[in-house]
């Protein structure tokens, strides 16, 4: 979990995390210096934080022109992409870097609404994200999986992104115990 608690979504014009978009940016021209012989892929929960990275990207690729061998032919069979949550299924990567964009805003709260995620099948997604990285992943997010209070009419997708952001910044799964009570 690459926690950002400065990264502020900017709920009500953009609908965009600048801050984490930035960060995301920088992260990836960090990737193509360090360990270029990994293809890499990102993907953001909606599609304007996916522009906006793309954006970033471009900015920082301005400034470091000796690294465009990665974005441009390093990886033929597994391209560089920068990719939305609903167009990433069947894209395998390396190592994956996922923006949920969502969260804390301005006011200090973090709003309930993850695009995608939210909907029937939310879980779905979820799963079908998490699953394109063959070795690492790195997860972008302004808070923590401990900050994201549900209520009983979250949906499957918001609860199992809980499970997930508490997976990436602890590695331990939240499995059900039996208690041996009656049910």
Known sequence: LRHNP???YDRGRTRTNRGEAKAVAQAVMAHAADTPELSLGVVAFSVAQRDLIQVEIELLRRGAPQLDNF????HPNEPFFVKNLENVQGDERDCVYISIGYGRNGSG???KEFGPVNRDG???RLN???SRAKMSMQVFCNFRADELELDTHASHGVRALKHFLKYAETGALDMPKETGREA
């Open 109 to 111: 709260r973090i709003a």
């Open 6 to 8: 400065d990264a502020l």
């Open 128 to 130: 079908v994200l998490i």
């Open 122 to 124: 939310g879980e779905r």
């Open 71 to 74: 974005f441009i032919q390093a």
